[in-house]
């Protein structure tokens, strides 16, 4: 790009220029992941739950899916420096408001307004990214940088804001969010110029209305599913309610886009073959992936580690995701076949879950624990950024824009149906085995008897006979529902191993399968 043309002030040298995009792009992933640096913490300060959190992270998710619909929109209409300024200016307004309120219904419209400007801010980094990329891949590079901070970010941010969570509270973690947006308006005000980068195009008939109508359907359809368990699923009117708003207005949003004349999603995307086999993969590695909570609520609730020490031993899984970012990058750069990429990169996540039995006991330590972390962090590493190429490859250049928007929304359910059922299945499993372990303990067990003789006798010591036995049944049931817990995820995790490695096998025999099916096929046309 000649000087004349560029974005950025005559002065500014070119090695600054990729390293403050970079650092410019981090604010909107911890906007992304806000609510999800502590969620204990974010909980107890509210005074709600943990599916609460859960859904004000679902309505950001849906608010970037239906941002994303009129991004290129509104990018082109805005200037770069005066779009940076306008959408930075509105998150710290947001922001501000978030810190002063505890009222969960507007921290919810809060969240969703959050999350429309949250993307409207950190996607405008892209193209800019891209532009200081000198490489012929300087789109697949952009994206192993943004995908790397988004699988990332999450620790990161929990680390920034850890001394304010820990030492001070709600208001001051939300004013560290806010002050790195004021960064970023200082990058913007120093280094560009207020030149545009393309074609100015009007805002004119603009389909808000079918933004609102999907907004809408996503919103209800995590509603059911965040809180179906909780609500004992369609026993509740409220259930069935969100359901019915989510078929009504997910049909009115796929209705109302084929009779426009400028729809803002071509369903023609769904005839792609990559598109459809890129989709299902990237649920499958979601599901996989969704897993990873309850190691961390593991951690938490029966080893009870202290939330900033599971914090740092999370940087193991940044580790093993940095590693697997590199290396299935350098693969991609070089066109290696995407069956080999997602193959290894399912089959690192399937050796991880089949590590991660093994390591449920009540005496496990962080050494344990850092291998199938580690290889954990490598495999979704390893496969986010393929994944997404893939879906992108081969797919008509005016069709790239709703390819994307499928994986972002793919990412939406399947975040969401990944929560609902690890969430189903650990409850199941640990009623089921809470129940067993506790019609094995009677009286003519000698374990049973000496361990609880143990245990009155504990508490002997500083309180009376009724109040010793009122708390050593506490404890016994706390310590029976822990062990519950911890047989639990090793059924978990060794069906997720199962999934992986049947979906390895999948991508490995599928073309020599594909081409036996064919020749036995033959004989009979």
Known sequence: MSSNKSLYYSWVPEWIKLPMMMLAMFPHLMLMSLFHSNTAFT???????????????????????????????????????????????????????????RDPFLIAVLRVIEGIFCVLEGACFLPLLMMQIRHSKSRTIAYFFLYT???????????????????????????????????????????????????????????LASCLFLLISLSCGAYVLIYGRKYYWFEHNTITINLALFLIFGALFVIKQHLVRRPL??????????????????????????????????????????????????????????VGVSSSGILLLRDVSPKYIFGLGFLVLTTSCF????????????????????????????????????????????????????????????????FALIQNITYTLNQKHFIQIEQHLNTSNPITV????????????????????????????????????????????????????AITLIIFLFAPAKALFMRLRIPYL
């Not at 991004?71 to 509105?90: D, G, H, K, S």
């Not at 939300?174 to 913007?188: F, G, K, Q, S």
């Not at 309180?463 to 817990?485: C, H, M, P, Y």
Request: charged share 10%; with cysteine; net charge neutral.
């Open 149 to 207: 901070f988004m699988l990332t970010g999450g620790t990161i941010t929990t680390s920034l804001l850890k001394e304010s969570i820990m030492d001070y509270g709600w208001e001051d973690m939300i004013h560290v969010v806010l002050y790195w947006h004021l960064m970023v308006i200082a990058i913007a005000l120093l280094l560009l110029n207020n030149r545009r980068l393309s074609r100015k195009f009007p805002l004119y008939q603009l389909d």
């Open 450 to 501: 000496t361990y609880w003789s143990a245990l009155v006798e504990k508490y002997l010591g500083t309180s009376g006979d009724q109040l010793a036995t009122n708390l050593a049944s506490k404890s016994l049931q706390t310590t029976i529902t822990q062990q519950a817990s911890l047989i639990s995820n090793m059924e978990i995790f060794t069906y997720l191993g199962i999934l992986g490695g």
């Open 265 to 322: 999603f071509h369903f023609e995307i769904l005839s792609y073959k990559n598109v459809i086999f890129g989709v299902i993969l990237f649920f499958l590695f979601y599901l996989i992936r969704s897993s990873l909570n309850n190691v961390y609520a593991v951690m938490s609730n029966v080893w009870r580690w202290p939330w900033h020490y599971v914090v740092d031993i999370q940087y193991i899984n940044v580790l093993g995701t940095i």
């Open 43 to 101: 909980a107890s300060t509210l005074a709600i739950e943990m599916e609460d959190i859960q859904y004000f992270l679902s309505l950001m998710y849906g608010a970037i899916v239906v941002a994303l619909l009129i991004f290129q929109r509104l990018f082109a209409f805005f200037r770069v420096r005066t779009y940076i300024l306008l959408t930075c200016t509105a998150s710290i307004l947001i922001l501000l408001a978030i810190s002063l309120t």
């Open 355 to 418: 590590l991660f039995v093994p390591t449920f006991y009540p005496d496990t330590t962080v050494w344990a624990i850092g291998l199938p972390l580690f290889l954990q962090g490598i495999g979704q590493g390893w496969l986010f950024t393929p994944l997404v190429i893939y879906i992108l490859t081969g797919v008509a250049p005016h069709h790239v824009g709703n390819a994307g928007l499928m994986g972002t929304t793919v990412r939406f359910w399947s975040t969401n149906i990944g």
